[in-house]
């Protein structure tokens, strides 16, 4: 059972889940102008966080667990940053600002709470929750169904005892706050 639970975190990291819905955002059509945007979302959602697990392995074993997310948070703000920037420095649709300040404020949230007031907020559950919210929002409400997806990643945050319950309910709410701070902010002038 703890192999099932250690695969299913794996392949529910944040950056893979931005992969999906950056895809189905693209084949959906009309949320990116051009290849490139599509490819600079993949590169800055999901690449450059990515990366931070190899470069983790440069610690022993035993230090590797705290180090890794320390390093993940750090790596998805910076392409969250470098999204961002890129969506309003090429006058990007408003979609696709509101995807990448979505990311950014939940990154910075999630830094906050971890580095500053050092209360974790699961990753996992905000890296599910933020993606299907943004589904939900631009291709169709059901789309909402995919929050099911919480069950087996809480189940298994729990049963490894990465995350306790508030943890993972903070977590999948940070992104939805932050989708509709992003969607206010698109409306500033």
């Avoid at 087996?152 to 709410?173: D, E, N």
Wanted: proline share 5%.
């Amino acid at each position: 059972m703890m192999r099932l639970c250690k695969i299913i975190r794996i392949i529910t990291v944040a950056p893979i889940a931005a992969a999906a819905a950056v895809t189905l955002l693209f084949i959906h059509g009309g949320f990116f102008t051009d290849n490139i945007h599509f490819a600079a979302a993949l590169i800055t959602l999901t690449v450059f966080p990515l990366s931070a697990y190899p470069i983790s392995l440069i610690k022993k074993a035993d230090e590797r667990r705290k180090f890794q997310r320390s390093l993940a948070i750090v790596f998805s703000v910076a392409g969250y940053i470098g999204g961002t920037l890129f969506s309003f420095l090429t006058n990007a649709p408003d979609g696709e600002k509101v995807l990448y300040l979505t990311y950014l404020l939940s990154g910075v949230a999630i830094a906050f709470s971890s580095f500053v007031l050092k209360k974790k907020s699961s990753g996992h559950a905000c890296g599910i929750a933020g993606p299907v919210a943004l589904l939900a929002y631009y291709i169709h409400p059901l789309y909402i169904l995919g929050l099911l997806l919480l069950l087996p990643v809480g189940y298994a945050s729990l049963k490894m005892k990465r995350h306790t319950l508030p943890q993972l309910i903070s977590g999948a709410v940070i992104p939805v706050v932050c989708l509709l701070a992003s969607t206010a902010i698109r409306y500033i002038p």
